[in-house]
């Protein structure tokens, strides 16, 4: 399967925690960044609205979906990143978001 680019992004936020059924840290895309996703969001999603991207952090890369939320998008952040770039709660950061399109 190939990826084709789409867009890419600089999303600069606070990392928060969400304690659900399937617990994850997430940053928030912010809004005006969000209205850019939407419109390429139709062509790339695979389902429920889920975004796939590439995303770095610091010096990490990785592969991840952006899910949506109350009308934007949230970037989840693996254990994995967080712990590679000591990452904590409530720390600011800054992902660089690839959207990509498989095929």
Do not use: C
């Not at 600089?10 to 928030?28: I, L, N």
């Not at 010096?59 to 952006?66: I, K, P, R, Y």
Request: no cysteine; proline share 7%; aromatic share 8%.
């Amino acid at each position: 399967m190939t990826a084709v680019e789409v867009m890419e992004l600089e999303v600069t936020g606070e990392v928060w925690h969400w304690r659900g059924p399937a617990p994850y840290h997430f940053v928030t895309v912010p809004p005006e960044q969000s209205e850019e996703i939407r419109e390429v969001a139709a062509e790339v999603t695979y389902g429920w609205g889920m975004i796939p991207v590439r995303g770095r952090l610091g010096a990490t890369e990785f592969e991840t979906a952006l899910w949506p939320k109350d009308g934007g998008y949230v970037i989840p952040l693996k254990d994995r990143v967080r712990a590679t770039e000591s990452i904590e709660l409530d720390d600011v950061v800054t992902v660089t978001l690839t959207i990509i399109e498989r095929h």
